[in-house]
């Protein structure tokens, strides 16, 4: 019969009398639910003639390259290259306040990082790697190439999706992709046979070009990425804290680049306004804002205001997508 167990077995077959035995293999992992099955179910075919890299580009979510570094090594095992470029991240983004543009400086950076990556493993084993694994759905697949009459337009040239996905095209890598006939539910289901801890499995879609799109205008400005992670850990931690997470799609906080007047102990302020997003949706498509709870919200503003220097006032997002996005650029 049909089931998960033989999908898997399948592709580890696949794999093995695919990649031959002298054969090496690189992965992106972005520290999403996709690239981390993927490359865990390569590593089980080919075990460490896999090599994978993790690139923490400056605008991860708090304390987000210390979890994920721990779920693959500790509980996957995987050979993982961790790679600190938040200074040439950081650096070739001052300044920049518009969005498309920031995604096009990310993609390329990551290119660079990932072409070092690379050539440095070539000289390490004396051959290049000659496949690339990625996490492709099958809804990605559909998308790029709808098929005739599907009615499916290409849904993502409102803004451009920088995935790890985007890769140097004159590498001549081949490539893997074992998740590409399967859906999102699939896919964690396969990850939990795998034995891909259930946390990681749950967590919400994070973008490619991460907080970036979130701290609106310059990511550089002042220390908005430091205040936009402390005033998102409160928030999704808040939400976990009442049960909410499984319920909700997406949540992050957002921060603005405007200045308003509060009163703080007896001390006039002029500080930052941060807003809350969070949605539910089936597949990011369209989504609908989040109700919460009044003392929900009152909880979460307090104790932003009282633990995140520099924050003086938080707004929700009401707005469903359409006509907004879920992302604010
Ligand atoms: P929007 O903001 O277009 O987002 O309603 C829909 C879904 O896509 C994610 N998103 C991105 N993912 N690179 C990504 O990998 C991007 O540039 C990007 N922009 C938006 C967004 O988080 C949501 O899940």
């Known amino acids: 019969g049909w089931s998960m167990e033989n ?3 399948e592709e580890i077959k696949v794999i093995k009398s695919t990649v031959g035995a002298e054969d090496h293999v690189i992965c992106a992992l972005s520290g ?3 690239s981390t099955v993927a490359a865990t179910l390569v590593h089980k075919a080919i075990g460490d003639r896999l090599h994978c890299i993790f690139v923490d580009n400056g605008l991860l979510r708090f304390k987000e390259r210390e979890r994920v570094m721990e779920t693959f090594e500790k509980d996957l095992h995987l050979p993982v290259t961790c790679v600190d470029a938040t200074e040439q991240f950081l650096s070739k983004l001052k300044g920049v306040v518009d ?4 995604r096009k400086i990310i993609g390329r950076e990551f290119i660079c990082i990932f072409d070092a990556f690379a050539h440095d493993l070539e000289q390490k084993l004396g051959r290049k790697p ?3 694994v990625q996490g492709t759905l099958y809804p990605d697949v559909i998308e790029s190439c709808p098929p005739p009459g599907s009615g499916r337009t290409h849904s993502h040239t409102i803004k451009s999706h920088h995935n790890v996905g985007g890769l140097p095209k004159d590498m001549k890598l081949k490539l893997i992709e074992p998740l590409k006939l399967l859906f999102k539910d ?7 046979i795998l034995d891909v801890p259930q946390g990681f499995l749950k967590r919400h879609p994070f973008p490619g070009p991460g907080l970036a799109v979130r701290v609106l205008g310059d990511v550089t400005q002042g220390n908005a990425l430091d205040i936009l992670r402390l005033v998102d850990e409160i928030f999704i931690q808040s939400i976990k804290d009442a049960g909410l997470y499984d319920t909700i799609w997406q949540a992050f906080a957002v921060f603005l680049p ?4 509060g009163v703080q102990g007896d001390q006039r302020t002029h500080s930052h306004v941060v807003a809350l997003r969070a949605v539910t949706s089936q597949d990011g498509m369209t989504a609908d804002w989040y109700y919460f709870e009044h003392k929900f ?3 979460v ?3 932003i205001c009282n633990s995140v220097r520099g924050v003086n006032r938080v707004v929700q997002d009401i707005t469903s997508k359409p006509p907004s996005t879920i992302e604010w650029e």
Request: aromatic residues 4%.
């Open 7 to 9: 999908v898997l077995d």
């Open 32 to 34: 999403g639910v996709d």
């Open 99 to 102: 969005p498309e543009t920031k």
């Open 130 to 132: 000659t496949y690339l």
């Open 186 to 192: 699939e896919v964690r289901e396969l990850g939990r």
């Open 258 to 261: 405007v200045r308003s007047v």
């Open 297 to 299: 919200l009152d909880d």
């Open 301 to 303: 503003s307090r104790k």
